[in-house]
T-cell receptor
Framework: NAGVTQTPKFRILKIGQSMTLQCTQD?????MYWYRQDPGMGLKLIYY???????DKGEVPNGYNVSRSTTEDFPLRLELAAPSQTSVYFC?????????????????FGPGTRLLVL | DQQVKQNSPSLSVQEGRISILNCDYT??????FLWYKKYPAEGPTFLIS?????DKNEDGRFTVFLNKSAKHLSLHIVPSQPGDSAVYFC????????????FGPGTSLSVIP
């Protein structure tokens, strides 16, 4: 199994450009998440989804949009890139809701997308 | 503002010795704690967890201790191996709020052969 895959691995954007970060999982997980990690900081939740067609905001959603048309895919859209969005982005998935104290809620992370906005 | 703190950005330990990674939290509502391990250019992977009803959880060479009164937990790795060199993230959550897994900034562990 490939697990959670993310593309691209690295991207440089100019201010104001838009792009979509792709995330795909092949574990048939209902729950998917997008995090960003800034230098010296922990991962912060941007958006999450509890199933196809259902998404909700996390801690830092401003400047991002998501969609979940299938169980497998959870793309993250940046509409107007800003330098503050320079970060490493991680997608994750889990069988059960994360943080519930169940082994089934273990989050599986992708390798990350490094984004630089200049 | 940081609800989960890992005050040591880095730690170096000799192979075979004990590694102790520390984590402090400020929100007394957290009732579930996790440790993730991250190698360069890879995503974090789940390592071990502990519920607030316990004060210790062990899995092979890894043991997590929880001191609720001090709002402190620690991860012990015994014996440390070079393959343990990675960044370790402490995370905390409330079981009723699955969208709120809060991660600490991480501690980079180097195990020296």
């Amino acid at each position: 199994n490939a697990g959670v895959t993310q593309t691209p691995k690295f991207r440089i954007l100019k201010i104001g450009q838009s792009m979509t970060l792709q995330c795909t999982q092949d574990m048939n997980h209902n729950y998917m998440y997008w995090y960003r990690q800034d230098p010296g900081m922990g991962l912060k939740l941007i958006y999450y989804s509890v199933g196809a067609g259902i998404t909700d905001k996390g801690e830092v959603p401003n400047g991002y949009n998501v969609s979940r048309s299938t169980t497998e895919d959870f793309p993250l859209r940046l509409e107007l890139a800003a330098p503050s969005q320079t970060s490493v982005y991680f997608c994750a998935s889990s069988y059960a809701p994360a943080g519930q104290g169940l082994l089934a809620e273990t989050q599986y992370f992708g390798p990350g997308t490094r984004l630089l906005v200049l | 503002d940081q609800q989960v703190k890992q005050n040591s950005p880095s730690l170096s330990v000799q192979e075979g010795r004990i590694s102790i990674l520390n984590c402090d939290y400020t929100n007394s509502m957290f009732d579930y704690f996790l440790w993730y391990k991250k190698y360069p250019a890879e995503g974090p992977t789940f390592l071990i967890s502990i519920s607030s009803i316990k004060d210790k959880n062990e899995d092979g060479r890894f043991t997590v201790f929880l001191n609720k009164s001090a709002k402190h937990l620690s991860l012990h790795i015994v014996p440390s191996q070079p393959g343990d060199s990675a960044v370790y993230f402490c995370a905390a959550s409330r079981k009723t709020s699955y969208d709120k897994v809060i991660f600490g900034p991480g501690t980079s562990l180097s195990v020296i052969p």
